[in-house]
Structure formats: C-alpha cells, structure tokens
C-alpha cells in the first residue's frame, strides 16, 4: 500500500502526534494487510498529489509538486520499481503539479495542472511512452485535468477535470478521446459548468465519478455512466464536493463533505444542525445511499483519497479521527469484523390503558455500518426475548417500533427492556421502563397518551395564545383567526377546542421535523363549510410555506382529501362529504405499507405510496399554500371547529385508530 501527500513522518494508530513517529519525505508505503510500515524510504522535496500503480503491478507512477527525488532531478512525476523500491531512470519534467496517471499498454497518460512536457506544450494532459518518450497525442484543452481512466478495450481514453473545451469544442469537465488520435469521442452526459469532475474509476463496462461543485446549488454527486456512449445509468445528487470514489463489492464509496442528500433518499440541508457526513456509499445498480456512514473528525472536507484491494477500503485525507477514535490522515475498512456496536436505545415507553395490555413502544437507534437492526425485548428481567422485531434506521430516520404485550394479570407490575442487535454485535440493553397493568379500559386522551404522541394538543385552554402538549414540549401557538372555548369533540364534560374562522386562523407547531415518512396526523373536525380548506398539514414555513405536503384538506363539497408530494401529488380521497356540521374523527397515516385516511374509525380511502418530499417542516392544523394540489378547494383555510390534534412519529394501525375514536 503506497502512500502520498503533505507529511513528512508517519506513526503507528493509536500514538499521539509527535510519538513514535518515522520520517518519511511525502512518500510512504506499508504493509496493506498489517499496516507494518515497509522500508520504502525516498527523499522527496515537495508533496505528493498523485499515485498510480501499472496494471501489470510494476510500476509505481507518483505525481505532485515535487522538483527531486532522492537528490536527482524529477519534476513533478516519477517512477519506482515495486519489485525493488527503486527509482526507475523514466524522467520526464512538467512544468505544473502532476495529479493523475493511467496506463494503457505501453503509453502511460498523465494528467494535471501543468502546460509544458519536457519543454513542450501540453495543457493539463499528456501521452508519454513507459520508456520515457513523449508522444505526439495532445489534445488541446482550457483546463486542468484530475482524474484519467480508459474504456475496456483500451481504445479510448476519459479525462475529468477543471476544463470546459476540448479540441476547441465545449466538453465540460469530462470527455472521451481516442488513445491513439486525441480526438474526441461520445460523451452523452453533460455537466453543469460550475462543478467538474475530480474522480473516475471504471470497474467492469462502467465508468464510476464524482464531482466538485464550485458554487452553492451545483451538481457535487456521483455517476455510473456507460464507457463508449458516456450515457448516464445514474447520477447521485448530494450536495457536497466529492473528493475521491472506490468501488469495493456493490458499493461505490465516496469521500465528500455531504451536507444535503435529500435528492438521493438521506438527510436534508441542516439535519440537526450536522453539517455533514465524510464517508459514505452509494449502491452501484442505482445511486441510492448506502447504510455505510462512519464518522470522520478533524475535516471539513474529503476524505481527499480512496482506493481498493478489491476487499479493503483505503481512505487518506486530512482528518484526525474516525469513529471517534484518533486516526491522522489515513485509515483502512476491512469486509469484517463488524466493528460497530448498535447504539443504546433509551427505555422504551410504556402504558396500560386496555384491559390486560400492555403498549410498549421505543425508537430505533443507528449502527454507524448496518442499517437493519434486530430489536430484542426483554420482560421482568428474563434472558429469553419475548419478542424481535427488524427494522431499518438512518441517523435521520429512526421510526418509532412497538409491541402489544396481552393477557397480563390486570394489577401485576411488569418491567421492560429493548436491545438492538446487527451481525455479529448485540448492543447494550436499554434503560428499564416499569408499568402496572389496568384493569379497565381509560378514556380517550389516556388511550391517545398510550400510544406515544410527538405532540398532542387538547386545546382546551380557555385564554391566551398557546396549545399546550399533553405529550410533551411541542407546545402550538394559535394565530389569526383562531379563537378559543368551543365545546369539544368528546363526551367527558369540561373538553374544548379551538374555532378557526377560515380566513387567518391556524395553530403551528414550533418545532421543526425532518422529512418524516413514516407518521400518524389525528385530530377531530366540526364544519359546515362550502369552501374547503386546510384542516391538518406540514409545510417548510412558519408563514405561507414554499413545500407542503402530508396534508389534509377538505374540497368545496366536503370530500377529505390526504395528500403527500414523493415528486408530485400523491393523493387519496374519501368518497363521502363531512361538512354536515357534526364531529368527525380524522387520522391520516404514511408508513411502510403507504398512506390511510380514516374518518370515524373506517378506512376510507389508502394507496401505495411511501414517500413524501424531503424537507425540514412544521406540523399545524389550519391553513397553509394549497397551490398546486388537485381538486385545491376555494379557501386554503378551513372554516372549522378543530379539536384533540396529535401528531404520531409513526403509522397508527387500525386496531388503535378504533381504539382511540371508540374513547370518545
Ligand atoms: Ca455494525
Ligand atoms: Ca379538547
């Protein structure tokens, strides 16, 4: 394993800077299996910025800003014998930093920022013979070049890089040339001129890159791209400078700073305020991101450089720690042993609100490499799990999992633990929840308590502004035309709710959720109304939002309508009006099994659908944007009596659905 860059001594893992350290002048190599440092030692003047291994294994090609190796005259490239460790006489001087190489037969093509090879004009790319001769091949570019690869055959070459022409013809950043002539061959997909490509890696009949972005909004992903056609199997979209990719099995690796994988099924921009994930993967059969995510600490950019055994995963950069544990500069990923422990999961939540039952419910945690867990769960202190269940998690997308424990003794005192378990690793158990088991079914809000509301508004404040959370801290703030003490939805004395007048009125949420796709809205409504509106929804402003979806709104003649927005509108509807003036019980769930809209405890209307569109948004109940959205009523604000509005982090089953309407 060879390695170059900017340091001028290495160490073993573990040792602080400055101990145990080794000179080793921008160039190094170790053992790839032990990591033993190997004695390849050369004295080279300036940094290393490039290094390629011949396909034959013999040669090592080493580009950079170097001007000697060794005391002997090298600019910027070099070549060593692997067999030996020793510098080849193949000497050629450029006249700028050298970043790639890449060997075809006997020509080896090297690309970088310079203009001159061997005192001839050559801009960011050049032919040169495995014996040292320069060849007459020189495409003409406006640029430089950073990563060079080949089609299977050979015939062709693919250069990335900071260029917008080639051959006097506009090729931004990527474009194929004939080996042998330097003409430009196809190249389908096209580049936005604000990023360039800074990596290529062909494994098989692909071509696999990434690209730098140099502004805010450009393209920063990854492609998979057909070799001869430069057609595109996919292209990734994360927002983040992609420094380096590797493919190792099914997976195409990439050191980037992604800040926002919204567009490929991750996190949004500001995600609980992390900026970014360094390490991550992307499936090669179609860019969708991987359950990979190591930490990296001490960088905000890269990691800078990967490569592959085939097995291993290499990565160098200008980091200091990975996994939390001190790392300078480069790390090795093996295959196995699966070294990452599932997280410790809080105490599940736990209530008895059902004749002989127990709910129990808790959220998953992550594993930093394994995105499906098994959830063991423990009653009374017992070895043997009572039940397991799998479920997938991200950092930003941890469902709420439960269990219904039945045919307890009503009195009896019971206690609870979940662990979580991937491979090989069991993570450590959770804290210890603790319940008494009822004897008589409760009431409505005890029953809408049980089943763990992110929020729950009873609104049955008699004054002031604020909707208290019966769950918790996500206390709504009502405004408009949202006035206060209607007799509520439910038959125990003393309930009220909130009267929204259908033009201003609304009550929001203040806390803001990350793209939840797996959810229950609940609420009960009173109307007459013959103009519709917004009665529950989700949108990214605490105003008129700009995204909006996961809503429910009524049309002018009464149908209820649950929409979500997976790239355009996926709605369902119920057949039936409810603006006769009566209570209605209303919950709309998104989960694994799509979406639901039940009305009074029956479903009315469900499809398919799983996905909604990926924002950081508020829940609210009352109006917002309707722009855009079929059968869009006249008034975006509903004229309506609302009442006993939560919010669930998941998809309510029927069963709970009757279960709380029949509290009533
Ligand atoms: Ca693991
Ligand atoms: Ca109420």
Known sequence: MYLGGSFTAVRPPGAAPGTSEVARSYLAAFDASSGELVDFDHRLDRRVSGLYVSPDGNRLYVGGDFLSVDGVSRRKAAVFSTATGQLTSWKVGFNGPVRAFHEIGS???????????????????????????????????????????????????????????????????????????AQLRPWAATHPSCSYVSSLSRVGDTIYGGAVGKGSGCYEGTFAADPMTGIERWRETCRGATEAVAVVGSYLYKGSHAHDCSTAGGFPEDYESRDTYNLLSVSLSNGGLGDWLPGMQGSGVGPLAMATDGRQLFVGGTFSGINGQGQQGFARFTAGPDLTLPGRPIAPKVASVKTATVSVRWTAVTDRDDGTLTYRLFRDGGRTPIHEQSASSRPWDRPVLQFEDTDLAPGSTHTYQVQAVAQDNVGPKSGVATVTVTGTDKGYASRVLADLPTLYWRLDESSGSTATDAAGSNHGTLSGGATRSSPGALSESGDRAVQLDGRSGRVLAPQRFNNPRRYSVEGW??????????????????????????HVYMTNSGQLVFGTHPGSPSTISTPAAYNDNRWHHLVATQGVDGMRLYVDGVVRASNATTDAQNYLGYWRIGGDNLSGWPSAPSSSYVRATMDEFAVFGYALTAEQVIRHFNGS
């Not at 001159?116 to 003409?140: C, E, F």
């Not at 693919?158 to 260029?163: A, N, S």
């Open 525 to 550: 409504f009173k109307t007459d109304t013959r103009a519709g509106g917004k009665l529950i929804g989700f949108g990214s402003s605490t105003s008129n939002s700009g995204s909006y979806d996961r």
């Open 107 to 181: 020509t080896v093509y090297a690309g970088g920022g310079f203009s001159t090879v061997k005192g001839v004009a050559r801009t960011g790319v050049a032919a040169i013979s495995t014996d040292g001769q320069l060849q007459a091949w020189a495409p003409q570019l406006d640029g430089k070049v950073r990563a060079i690869t080949s089609v299977p055959d050979g015939s062709r070459v693919v250069i990335g890089g900071p260029f917008s022409s080639v051959n006097g013809q506009a090729r931004q950043s990527i474009a194929s040339l004939d080996a042998s002539t």
